[in-house]
């Protein structure tokens, strides 16, 4: 696992919604589903588990391989929520499948039974050739909710799970890397967990699939404020969500325009216009980056395997 104390470093592992596009016109943007790798401060964190997890994973042990003296890999996966192309690489991610890792799963579910039950009949028991019994590594699963806050603490490889009692306990204090969550309830049917990662006076937030309000989501907004990195639901361009034969209203995404005011009001400093309709190869992609970016300079659609150093 690469060396992160003190930094904070952010990898788009995947960028796609809805579903992978292994096409060859879709290889400058990518065409995993949505994952992105956040190493900070020591510890591993990884928004969603869609295909993008796999070569994430395969690097992982490829690094573990590398060591003599191995060092146990340590995750902790944040699921925004529970649709296939937001789990589906989950059980191809290698780590879970050696005795030595440690892999904390964190979610929120509206089912009367909790998260570990719906992951292990989801991914596993009914679909794959294992089932979640049968993984090698130790398996911790939270459900959370925007009541509580994970807090992460040096040389500790599981986070300790907080209930918010004031303002304060979103901030991180020394060494710690806080995340907080927001539940956007926009997207059918039970919604999604929106992430802030915030370490040092440095944040990112993510908030993948997620439908804009007329004038902006204002809790969304002040979830956002001043975030260093608005990673934001962009799967449609505005032409597209308003046609009046096939709109896209209500389908729980956001256009580039909704994406951009939501920047806008929060008063981030960049943003990455994310979960990329399946149908946008490069060359349309490449126009409407040249569009957004002629008067936002902080604004970007993120590459596959693209890098982000936030300290």
């Given amino acids: 696992m690469r060396e992160s104390k003190g930094k904070f470093i952010v990898k788009f592992r995947g960028v796609r919604g809805s579903h992978p596009t292994p096409d060859f016109n879709f290889l400058e943007y990518g065409g995993n589903t949505a994952c992105i790798e956040v190493n900070v401060n020591g510890h591993l964190i990884i928004l969603d588990a869609g295909t993008g997890i796999i070569k994430c994973g395969n690097e992982l042990m490829k690094d573990y391989a590398a060591q003599f003296h191995k060092e146990p890999i340590c995750a902790t996966v944040l699921l925004s929520h529970l649709h296939n192309d937001h789990i589906q690489g989950l059980p191809f991610f290698k780590p879970l499948h050696i005795n030595t890792s440690k892999v904390n799963i964190v979610g929120s579910t509206d089912y009367e039974e909790g998260l570990d039950n719906v992951i292990s009949t989801l991914m596993f028991d009914k679909s794959f050739p294992l089932n979640i019994n049968d993984l090698n590594c130790k398996l911790s699963f939270y459900d959370i909710n925007d009541n509580y806050a994970l807090i992460f603490n040096e040389d500790v490889d599981s986070p ?68 260093d990195l608005l990673i934001h639901d962009a799967q449609y361009t505005s032409e597209e969500y308003l046609n009046p034969y096939f709109s896209k209203q209500g389908y729980g995404h956001s256009t580039f325009d909704m994406a951009l005011e939501t920047y806008s009001q929060a008063k981030a400093k960049s943003l990455a216009f994310f979960h990329l309709d399946p149908n946008y190869n490069d060359e349309f992609l490449l126009e409407v980056e040249n569009h957004y970016t002629e008067n936002c300079k902080s604004c970007f659609i993120p590459k596959e395997g693209q890098e982000i150093v936030l300290l």
């Fill in 160 to 227: 300790e799970m907080i209930k918010i009692q004031s303002d304060d306990d979103y901030l991180p204090e020394d060494e710690e890397v806080v995340v907080s969550c927001l539940k956007s309830n926009s997207h059918p049917k039970d919604g999604v967990m929106i992430y802030k990662i915030a370490y040092k006076d440095k944040s990112l937030v993510y908030a993948t699939d997620t439908e804009g309000f007329v004038g902006a989501n204002k809790k969304l907004v002040l979830f956002a404020r001043d975030t």
